[in-house]
């Protein structure tokens, strides 16, 4: 596998377990959204069709923006995009307001009476309808700014109801940095208290990750993996991650000893 589909194989089917329940949180059906502010956006480097695309689309923060002031001030909700099949993906409020993303409904390029052109998923060929989510702005953490397709909804969720018992109960702020970061870029692999991903070992359950391994690495193994084990599946962070953040990430890792949940 290429590194990119093996980017997009994660961010569109590992971690998602759970089906959002429409009536439980705020939530925006895409279907029913006014396209009628939409403008043409330029994409330099689709990663999923893999070269240069024009989209149709409306700007994320207009749609968000249907979201009552206080669902958007609550602390620590995540912006959760569902798949029209229930896959979801989240990603933080602040980085889904910060930047530009848009959410695209038609290719530019789509012969006419069509909205899409097909692309190959694996081994299926596929569209992104009926809505993409794409980030004009080059060189955007694929991480932090994720490119779900086939989009039905979009809702406002409390980290601890859409990560479950992986959200620390507990929230310093420096546990809130460490679990954001962790969320970000751990949690679609990793489950902590099992929930989470079943791509890499589970870090809390029976035994937290910092009751076995060399604590002093373990910043060190979170940035570069492949440095310390060759042929490992867990990607490099050294281009994405700094020390600083790494050492958060333990940090957090470090204080869900304090909150085992679950059994295994
Ligand atoms: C693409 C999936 C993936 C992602 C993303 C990922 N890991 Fe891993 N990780 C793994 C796998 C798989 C292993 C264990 C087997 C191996 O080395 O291949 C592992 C091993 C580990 C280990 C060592 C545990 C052990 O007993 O082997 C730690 C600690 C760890 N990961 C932390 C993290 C943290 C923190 C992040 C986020 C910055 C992260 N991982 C992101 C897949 C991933």
């Keep these: 596998m290429t590194s990119l589909k093996f980017f997009l194989f994660l961010l569109i089917t590992i971690f998602i ?3 959002v329940s429409a009536d439980e949180w705020p939530t925006i059906e895409l279907a029913g959204i006014d396209l009628s502010a939409a403008k043409r956006i330029q994409i330099e480097k689709d990663p999923v069709y893999k ?3 024009e989209y149709e689309a409306i700007p994320l923060a207009q749609v968000l923006s249907q979201f009552s002031k206080t669902d958007l001030a609550a602390k620590d909700s995540v912006v959760v995009f569902v798949a029209k099949d229930g896959y979801s993906v ?4 602040a980085d889904a307001m910060s930047e530009h993303g848009y959410i ?3 290719d530019t ?3 006419s009476g069509q909205k899409w052109l097909t692309f190959k998923f694996g081994k299926e060929t596929t569209t ?5 989510l794409v980030w004009p702005t080059q060189g955007l953490d694929k991480w932090r700014y994720p490119w779900p397709f086939q989009l039905a909804s979009i ?6 109801t859409y990560f479950g018992a992986a959200a620390p109960a ?4 420096a546990i809130r940095t460490g679990f954001n970061l962790f969320s970000t870029y751990c949690i679609r692999c990793h489950s902590v208290n099992l929930s989470g991903g079943q791509v890499g070992p589970e870090l809390n359950i029976p035994k937290n990750i910092t009751e076995y391994f060399i604590e002093a690495e373990l910043a060190g193994f979170i940035l570069n993996a492949p440095a310390y084990r060759s042929g490992t599946k867990m990607p490099s962070f050294e281009k994405i991650l700094d020390r600083q953040k790494a050492e958060a990430i333990v940090n957090y890792l470090k204080h869900m000893k304090n909150e085992k949940a679950g059994t295994k």
């Design 17 to 19: 377990s759970h089906s």
């Design 104 to 106: 695209a409904f038609r």
């Design 90 to 93: 989240s990603m933080a409020l």
């Design 155 to 160: 809702s406002l969720q409390p980290a601890s």
């Design 109 to 111: 390029e789509a012969p």
């Design 170 to 173: 507990k929230k310093t702020d």
């Design 128 to 132: 992104p309808a009926p809505f993409y």
């Design 51 to 53: 070269t240069a695309k």
